[in-house]
């Protein structure tokens, strides 16, 4: 290990060093607290509850009582680590090897949330705080996001807290640090198709009702037609069947169900409402096509679920805050950020409720990845980046 390191590296190691996975806290907070508290912070952390959920930790903290008040947000929670024995370093070491950090988080965002203490640390060292700057940290980004986000920023608007503009430190850059800033989201839509037959033998068809035929017709009457061809803002949506399961281990018996689930990523064409209803269209076109059986048409026997809460689009419309962010990242990159709203979904779906919001942190290359890492010249970079968003926006 280098015999010293920048200050983000230092606090990007202690975060790494925390086993954070969803929902455990795992100190990461607990570090925060103490840094932020140093710096001047006034620091809560809440806890948030609901059934059937685990409860999670999280944590608001503020400097400043005027505007403009610009916030950062971010999850201290990573998921699970997977086989350690294939990786290079203990996952919650933050051991560094040729240049680079390797941890769980290290991207994804621990590496985001340190660059920004460090840059705000060095703002308030050189600058007379001329607004507010505020941490908007969670513990259940990775999780089910009921426990989070969501409910911190209720919890904060109910004590009057007004936030005018957020930056999320997600891993949105492909390559390099200035590669990208997202400006939206597609949103996100799961569900679960049960196809019900008859359990028989193999040998006797005509004695059952094979799900597994029903449920091919079902899935190719979803997913022959493409469902739009995108938007100017965002991507056509897609729709993935991400497993097919039929509960049978028998080769020479037929199955008495079999389920498919599917998740959409949807563009500002649609609602989860108007989505629902044109996959349940789909699905009765394909459970009402000609299928003979005892000599006669028969549908298809199904049912259709929707698993967990709709993520919906999301885009962010503030030029002001759009540009100010770009022309940061140009005047320490020297790069034009292409702005994207591609890939998954964040917390700014919820934040963008509140106030203008945009994303932009590491490479995003090893997220959640074996050996997840980040080079320490790319926390140096952000950490730079951050600061002159600061620079500019509190001027």
Avoid at 158 to 187: L, S, T, W
Avoid at 241 to 250: F, G, P, Q, R, W
Avoid at 374 to 392: E, M, P, R, S, W
């Amino acid at each position: 290990m280098p015999s010293s390191i920048s200050r983000s590296a230092e606090i990007l190691r202690d975060l790494l060093r925390c086993r954070s996975v969803t929902p455990h806290e795992g100190g990461a907070l607990g570090i925060l607290q103490k840094e932020l508290r140093h710096l001047g912070f006034v620091v809560q952390r809440v806890t948030f509850s609901a059934d059937n959920t685990a409860d999670v930790e999280n944590l608001y903290a503020r400097i400043g009582a005027n505007s403009p008040h610009i916030c950062f947000a971010g999850h201290t929670d990573v998921v699970p680590v997977g086989p350690v024995e294939k990786w290079e370093a203990d996952p919650f070491a933050g051991e560094i090897k040729d240049g680079e950090m390797i941890g769980r988080g290290a991207v994804d965002m621990k590496g985001g949330i340190a660059c920004f203490l460090s840059a705000v640390e060095t703002y308030l060292k050189t600058n007379s705080l001329n607004g507010s700057i505020s941490f908007l940290i969670t513990g259940d980004e990775e999780g089910p996001s009921i426990n989070g986000t969501d409910k911190l920023l209720k919890w904060a608007d109910q004590r009057g807290e007004i936030f005018n503009a957020c930056i999320v430190g997600e891993p949105v850059n492909p390559e390099a640090i200035g590669d990208m800033i997202k400006i939206g989201r597609r949103g996100s839509l799961s569900g679960r198709l049960t196809v019900n037959g008859i359990q028989g033998h193999s040998a006797y068809p005509h004695l059952a009702d094979n799900p597994a035929h029903g449920m091919v017709d079902m899935l190719d009457h979803l997913l022959n037609t493409p469902f739009d061809e995108g938007t100017h803002d965002f991507q056509p949506t897609n729709l993935e069947v991400t497993s097919i399961d039929i509960d049978n281990k028998a080769v020479n018996v037929i199955a008495a169900k079999a389920e498919a689930s599917f998740n959409v990523r949807f563009n500002d064409i649609w609602d989860d409402e108007t989505l629902k209803k044109e996959i349940v269209k789909r699905f009765e076109k394909g459970a009402n096509a000609k299928r003979i059986r005892h000599g006669k048409s028969e549908p298809i026997n199904y049912a259709v679920e929707w698993i967990g809460r709709v993520s919906p689009v999301f885009l962010t419309h503030d030029e002001t805050l759009i540009s100010l962010v770009s022309n940061s990242i140009e005047k320490v990159t020297g790069k034009k950020p292409e702005l994207s709203t591609g890939g998954g979904t964040s917390d700014a779906r919820f934040i963008k409720d509140y106030c203008p919001v945009v994303e932009f942190g590491l490479v995003g290359q090893t997220m959640h990845q074996i050996n997840e890492r980040t080079a320490l010249a790319d926390l140096n970079i952000l950490t730079d980046v951050y600061g002159q968003i600061l620079q500019d926006y509190l001027a």
